[in-house]
């Protein structure tokens, strides 16, 4: 089970810079089983006084070098807890160590740490300004696609984009079947809507399981023939189905390629395809 829940983590790049005044303040970083954690040290690391509090053998990998420590947890490191990681640093300077706090994240990891202990060059600070700058312009991108988004929702974003004209939208309920998939996913509601130029299938999905689940993939098909119907994209507004929880899932496609009342066999994965829910068959 702790397996599963590594799958998905987002990788992340981080800079840590120390000083005398937080020397012994401990700095958290996330772990996870699967995932390499790799410290970077501008100073000499003693290797030989190197600690992890692990009395439990939770890490399947402890490496340590002259200005690396390499991590990877054996398993999930449980909520409410942590692990020190003490790195002593050989050229008597201070601060004269590095305190970490390590704990694990249910959606990010921290791959690489760069540690910075010694005063800093003006290339160093600028090389940090750029990052910062550079993640600064890749979000001004995101708003303002965002912003576009929004100003193209609604009635008249529909009307502008063709996907409303005279012959209207054909709105239907069904039944839902019960889940013939695997995951411990059931279903509660499906709707269907049908125009000339689109279609789309809203489900409302319970997480029976114990692990989020997020759809990512949606297979579309007719029973008959089996012939594959093209998924523009499987959309929800939460990022995951939390455990016990429900959420609406959105699956769009183009025009109809499919007559009317032909039946459609839908399946829905995860990234990994270890948990799928099925609807057999349905028409609309």
């Known amino acids: 089970m702790a397996q599963d829940a590594t799958r998905g983590r987002e990788l992340k790049r981080r800079r840590v810079a120390l000083s005398v005044a937080t020397a012994d303040k401990p700095v958290e970083l996330r772990v996870a089983p699967d995932y390499l954690t790799t410290l970077e040290f501008d100073s000499p690391v003693d290797r030989d006084s190197v600690t992890l509090d692990d009395s439990g053998s939770r890490f ?15 398993m999930e ?10 790195v002593p640093f050989a050229d008597g300077l201070a601060p004269p160590r590095a305190v970490f706090s390590l704990v694990t994240h ?3 990891v921290d791959g690489q740490v760069m540690v910075s202990r010694l005063p800093r060059t003006a ?41 409303l004209n005279p012959k209207g939208v054909q709105t239907g309920k069904i039944d839902p079947t019960e889940d013939a998939g695997s995951g411990r996913l059931a279903l509660e509601e499906i709707v269907t809507h049908r125009a000339s130029e689109w279609a789309a299938v809203a489900l409302r999905v319970r997480n029976t399981g114990a692990e989020p689940w997020t759809p990512t993939e949606g297979r579309l098909a007719t029973v008959a023939s089996g012939e ?3 998924v523009l994209a499987v959309r929800m507004r939460e990022p995951r189905i939390e455990p016990g929880g429900t959420a609406l899932v959105v699956v769009e496609t183009g025009a109809p390629s499919w ?3 032909v039946a459609l066999r839908l399946e829905l994965r995860d990234r990994e395809g270890s948990r799928r829910l099925l609807i057999p068959r349905f028409a609309f």
């Open 123 to 163: 290339e160093a600070v600028q090389a940090e300004l750029d990052e910062v700058r550079a993640a600064c312009a890749a979000k001004d991108a995101e708003l303002e696609a965002l912003r576009v988004r929004s100003a193209a929702s609604g009635p008249a974003g529909m009307i502008f984009a063709g996907l």
């Open 259 to 261: 007559p009317d009342g």
């Open 228 to 230: 594959r119907i093209d």
């Open 60 to 74: 399947a990998r402890v490496e340590v070098n002259d200005h690396t420590v390499v991590l990877r947890p054996a």
């Open 106 to 108: 249910g959606s990010e």
């Open 77 to 86: 490191v449980a909520s409410g807890q942590s692990v020190a990681l003490t």
